[in-house]
């Protein structure tokens, strides 16, 4: 995982708490061009509030404290590779999900 990787990773890590009270998550799902792309999981997925949480709370704490991140956005409109290296890892973890039962 390259540097900038981590500092995001632990940015997040300071948001989660606050997502995971209601119920909800964020996921990393990768960065380019300044753009960090989320996930919203949980009871985030699909919220009336989750873009507004991307760009009014993640967003500005990922500005403020990783140097490079110009703007975070969804999962959504993550260019495709950036979406494949992340929809690969889910399908790991799904496997590693299903050997395990």
């Not at 753009?35 to 699909?46: D, H, I, L, S």
């Not at 990922?62 to 140097?67: A, F, G, H, K």
């Amino acid at each position: 995982m390259e540097a900038i990787d981590k500092q995001i990773e632990i940015v997040l890590s300071k948001v989660r708490p606050f997502l995971q009270r209601e119920g909800g998550d964020v996921e990393y799902v990768g960065f380019k061009d300044g753009v960090v792309y989320v996930n919203m999981v949980g009871a985030c997925e699909g919220c009336a509030y989750a873009d507004a949480d991307i760009s009014q709370g993640i967003e500005t704490i990922l500005v403020e404290e990783v140097p490079g991140v110009i703007r975070c956005d969804s999962v959504m409109h993550a260019p495709l590779d950036i979406l494949d290296p992340y929809l690969k890892r889910k399908e790991e973890q799904y496997k590693k999900l299903d050997e395990e039962k």
